[in-house]
């Protein structure tokens, strides 16, 4: 396998609890190379981040130009990495994941390197609506960002997002799940879902976060429509 890499980001709110998953990645069965928190200046161009501490393992990316939202979570990742071999796993902030998680994504990129991976994804149904997709190898349209992504870095282009962004309505940026996979789509790289052996461990905290991308924008679902009929609009949509 290629060097791999475990990028993610925070919130204010939540940077004091990220040693809840980042003891999970350290406790992972197989062991990422290099672990990127990346971080902006400001949190929604507002509120500075407090002082907080990581584990010596992990390397905190202060990026400017802006908070860019989830995306955060890879976009500036991409610029710490030349090799397009190179495997980036994103992962959020509020779940605790289980030692089996990277190897499960480390073997299904071992089998079919030209593909996208992770445990989560959905596809739409004829009328839009979102379906559900779980288990080993099934190919979804979108791949869902809680559940740990795999991609190769060549697999992104970052000027290609970074442009894509500045198009886009600011708001849609807290749909990341959608704009990556609409990507990953244009790129002609295929999704697909992994089944692991543990669950997810879901943080209840994560829930009370007035913070949190469910309460943005009138809900998921309601973002992931909007998002979906702009980019048909404007002729980006390449998922389908």
């Known amino acids: 396998m290629a060097c791999s890499v475990v990028s993610l980001t925070t919130t204010p709110n939540r940077c004091r609890q990220l040693s809840i998953v980042v003891d999970s990645i350290l406790g992972q ?5 290099r672990i990127v928190l990346n971080v902006p200046d400001r949190y929604r161009g507002r509120a500075p981040y407090p002082s907080f501490e990581v584990d010596d393992g992990v390397e905190i990316n202060r990026f400017a130009g802006g908070d860019l939202g989830p995306i955060a979570k ?3 990742t991409l610029d710490l990495v030349a090799d397009p071999e190179t495997v980036i796993i994103t992962l959020d902030d509020d779940v605790a994941y289980p030692p ?3 190897r499960s994504l480390f073997e299904a990129a ?7 991976f992770g445990s989560k994804g959905f596809v739409y149904d004829e009328l839009g609506n979102i379906r559900p997709v779980r288990g080993n190898h099934r190919c979804c349209d979108v791949l869902q960002g809680y559940g740990a992504v795999l991609y190769r ?12 962004l500045k198009e886009q309505p600011d ?6 799940d959608v704009i990556l996979s609409n990507h990953l789509a244009g790129q002609g790289v295929a999704r697909c879902t992994v089944e692991l052996d543990e669950p997810l461990g879901h943080q209840p905290w994560a829930d009370e976060d007035p913070h949190a991308l469910k309460y943005e924008g009138g809900g998921t679902h309601k973002r992931y429509a909007e998002i979906r009929e702009w980019l048909e609009a404007h002729g980006q949509w390449f998922i389908g």
């Open 100 to 102: 089996c998680l990277l």
């Open 74 to 76: 890879i976009l500036p």
């Open 171 to 176: 708001r849609f940026r807290f749909s990341d």
């Open 110 to 116: 071992r089998e079919h390197p030209d593909m996208a």
């Open 153 to 164: 870095r060549g697999h992104l282009q970052a000027d290609v997002l970074r442009a894509q």
């Open 29 to 33: 069965s197989v062991r990422p190379d």
